[in-house]
């Protein structure tokens, strides 16, 4: 089921524009252009993060940071078009999880939303991944390859274990660059392309039940091909 994301902007364009990205990148959108408004959309829709402008008529972003905390964890992203020191450190203090200076680089929103909603996943996701012939363990950084552990640098094994915990989802290159690199990483997506290649050198003729799949013009993904 995708992530539900509420946009609090007041600005049509930037609101339309978000909810373009976020749609785009798999999550499902629910919009208000003020901060009342924000705050009844959040009541009703129980979001799994919410995107939340400053500078609002009706009720500006600090306050309905506050009635968020008071009655929920829900993660939230505060937008500022100052990027100023004092708007930062009274948004974090205030609860919010991370903060946004406008002009908005759409990449840079996309993974910081998702850095944040990684750190609300359940402690009890699972850290070991099992498939046919195939053990991704992340906690202990081991790939188990025919009930032998296989040498794997540990970027290869976050690599194999987030496209592994979506089956059958398409990852762009940027995509993974951005949630296993991290969006600060200084490189390429050629980097992607050599992690691909060299989990494929290990992984060649493992199983017919599942495969390191490259998707021509997009990127790639883990794909299923029975259930387990």
Not at 107 to 118: G, N, P, S, Y
Not at 184 to 207: A, N, P, Q, W
Request: with cysteine; aromatic share 8%.
């Amino acid at each position: 089921m995708s992530k539900k994301i509420l946009i609090v902007e007041d600005d049509t364009n930037i609101r339309e524009l978000l909810r373009l990205y976020l749609e785009r990148e798999g999550y499902s959108t629910i919009l208000a252009g003020d901060g009342a408004e924000g705050l009844k959309a959040f009541r009703q829709n129980k979001p799994d993060l919410i995107l939340l402008d400053i500078m609002m008529p009706v009720m500006d972003g600090w306050q309905v940071c506050r009635e968020i905390r008071l009655e929920s964890k829900t993660p939230v992203i505060m937008l500022t078009a100052k990027g100023e020191t004092f708007d930062k450190v009274t948004g974090l203090e205030m609860g919010a999880d991370d903060y946004i200076v406008k002009p908005l680089e759409m990449r840079e929103v996309i993974a910081r939303i998702r850095a944040v909603l990684r750190r609300y996943e359940p402690e009890d996701m699972p850290k070991i991944l099992t498939f046919d012939n195939l053990v991704i363990d992340k906690q202990a950084y081991e790939l188990i390859v025919n009930n032998k552990q296989v040498d794997a640098p540990p970027k290869e094994i976050e690599l194999l274990y987030f496209l592994a915990s979506s089956p059958n989802r398409v990852f762009t290159r940027a995509q993974l660059l951005d949630d296993v690199w991290g969006f600060d990483y200084f490189g390429d997506t050629r980097t992607v392309d050599v992690h691909i290649k060299r989990l494929r050198e290990k992984l060649e003729g493992v199983s017919s039940q599942w495969e390191l799949k490259t998707v021509w013009g997009v990127g790639y993904k883990f794909e299923l091909k029975e259930a387990q």
